[in-house]
């Protein structure tokens, strides 16, 4: 069983940063791939980004991609996801997920065995 808790969210202007924390509970930590997803009101939840067990392999939505960095810091159970340009079309409840094992799917997020609460994250224009 692992227990995931995001924090970091809150309001940003257009163009500024945020990062988001999510810690895991539990020792296995270090074998769960993590994803991040979000949701917007009116909207299906969907893809933010992904990271494998080891760290090595990332892979990242294409509205995100080059301004949204996933890392993981298995030493305190830990995974961020650093945002920068924010925009607008940002404003979500981002939810941190992890799974058991494998790649595959990494986007859907009926492949995830864990989720968080989510962290409100609004952008102002």
């Known amino acids: 069983q692992v227990q995931l808790v995001e924090s970091g969210g809150g309001l940003v202007q257009t163009g500024g940063s945020l990062r988001l924390s999510c810690s895991a509970s539990?020792?296995?930590?270090?074998?769960?791939?993590m994803g991040w997803f979000r949701q917007a009101p009116g909207k299906e939840r969907e893809f933010v980004a992904f990271?494998?067990?080891?760290?090595?392999?990332?892979v990242y939505a294409e509205s995100v991609k080059g301004r949204f960095t996933i890392s993981r810091e298995d030493a305190k159970n830990t995974v961020y996801l650093q945002m920068n340009s924010l925009k607008p079309e940002d404003t979500a409840v981002y939810y941190c997920?992890?799974?058991?094992?494998?790649?595959?799917?990494?986007?859907?997020?009926?492949?995830?065995?864990?989720w968080g609460q989510g962290t409100q994250v609004t952008v102002s224009s």
């Open positions: 997920a992890a799974r058991a094992a494998g790649s595959t799917y990494y986007y859907a997020d009926s492949r995830y065995n864990y």
């Open positions: 539990g020792r296995t930590f270090g074998t769960y791939a």
């Open positions: 990271i494998n067990w080891s760290g090595d392999n990332t």
